[in-house]
């Protein structure tokens, strides 16, 4: 299991485009994904007083893109380490991968 925090806005926007393509897809390449240890650092580093938030569970067996294990995106963030690996996904999410979506406070 792999999972991604979504604001409700792109989360609601997904179930009318049948898929899941938030910005970063577009601007990065691929999707940020966290492993269930490394959520709540990512909220902490990304998404600090935010109540707009989706957490969204994906079974990495039913993801129709490319997942890839890497080293963190971006710039340094607080306890998030360079040597730890994060899921990646290399395309759009399909929603029948999605196991749950929950309000998601940071």
Same mark, same amino acid.
């Given at each position: 299991?792999?999972?991604?925090?979504?604001?409700?806005?792109?989360?609601?926007?997904?179930?009318?485009?049948?898929?899941?393509?938030?910005?970063?897809?577009?601007?990065?390449?691929?999707?940020?994904?966290?492993?269930?240890?490394?959520?709540?650092?990512?909220?902490? %580093?990304?998404?600090?007083?935010? /109540? =707009?938030? &989706?957490?969204?569970?994906?079974?990495?067996?039913? $993801?129709?893109?490319? *997942?890839?294990?890497? %080293?963190?995106?971006?710039?340094? /963030? =607080?306890? &998030?380490?360079?040597?730890?690996?994060?899921?990646? $996904?290399?395309?759009? *999410?399909?929603?029948? %991968?999605?196991?749950?979506?929950?309000?998601?406070?940071?």
């Amino acid at each position: 299991m792999i999972f991604h925090i979504a604001s409700k806005e792109d989360w609601n926007a997904a179930q009318d485009a049948g898929e899941y393509a938030p910005s970063s897809l577009r601007t990065e390449g691929f999707i940020h994904f966290s492993t269930q240890r490394q959520i709540a650092q990512v909220a902490a %580093a990304f998404y600090r007083g935010r /109540a =707009d938030l &989706i957490l969204l569970s994906a079974d990495e067996t039913k $993801l129709s893109a490319e *997942l890839k294990w890497e %080293a963190p995106a971006g710039p340094p /963030a =607080d306890n &998030i380490s360079q040597d730890d690996l994060f899921p990646h $996904l290399y395309g759009a *999410l399909n929603l029948d %991968a999605v196991i749950s979506a929950e309000e998601f406070r940071a």
